[in-house]
C-alpha cells in the first residue's frame, strides 16, 4: 500500500459520511415541509369572516386583531414555503377567530340580559303605579 493510498482512503471515507449525511438532512428537511396548509388558512379565513359578522371588532377587538395578525403571518409563512409554520399560525389564528365570535355573541347576550332586566324593572315599576291608583 502507498502513501498516497492509504492518505486517500483516510480522507474519503469521513468526506463520504460527510456527504451522505448532508443529503440525508437535506431529503428530512424537504420531506418534513409536508403539503402546503391551504386547508388551515381557509378554515382561520373563515373563522375570521364568522367573527366579523358576529361584531368581533366592537365586541372582541382584542381577539380579533390577534387572529388578523396570526393570519397575515401564517400567509407569509405560506409564501416562504414554510409550511409547518404556516400551518401551526393559520390554527393559531382559527382558534382566536372562534373565542373573538364567542365572546362577541357572549357580549351580544349580556347586554340583551341587561335590556330585558332593565324593561321588566320598568314594566314592574308600572304595575306597582297602576295598583295604588
Known amino acids: 500500500m502507498t502513501p498516497n ?20 438532512l437535506f431529503l428530512g428537511a ?3 415541509k409536508g403539503p402546503p396548509p391551504t ?6 379565513r373563515a373563522a375570521i369572516t ?5 361584531q368581533a371588532g366592537q365586541l372582541a377587538p382584542v381577539e380579533l386583531l390577534a387572529a388578523r395578525d396570526k393570519l397575515v403571518k401564517a400567509d407569509a409563512a405560506m409564501r416562504a414555503e414554510q409550511f409547518p409554520e404556516a400551518r401551526r ?3 393559531q ?3 382566536d377567530g372562534v373565542l373573538a365570535e364567542r365572546k362577541a355573541r357572549a ?3 349580556r347586554q340583551a340580559a341587561v335590556e330585558l332586566d332593565r324593561a321588566n324593572a320598568a314594566l314592574k315599576q308600572e304595575a306597582g303605579k297602576r ?3
Open 89 to 91: 399560525l393559520a390554527n
Open 5 to 24: 493510498t492509504s492518505l486517500h482512503r483516510r480522507v474519503a471515507r469521513p468526506a463520504a459520511a460527510v456527504l451522505a449525511l448532508s443529503a440525508a
Open 50 to 54: 364568522q367573527a366579523e359578522a358576529a
Open 131 to 133: 295598583t295604588t291608583q
Open 39 to 44: 386547508d388551515a388558512l381557509a378554515t382561520a
Open 107 to 109: 357580549e351580544r347576550s
Open 30 to 32: 424537504c420531506a418534513s
Open 93 to 95: 389564528a382559527e382558534a
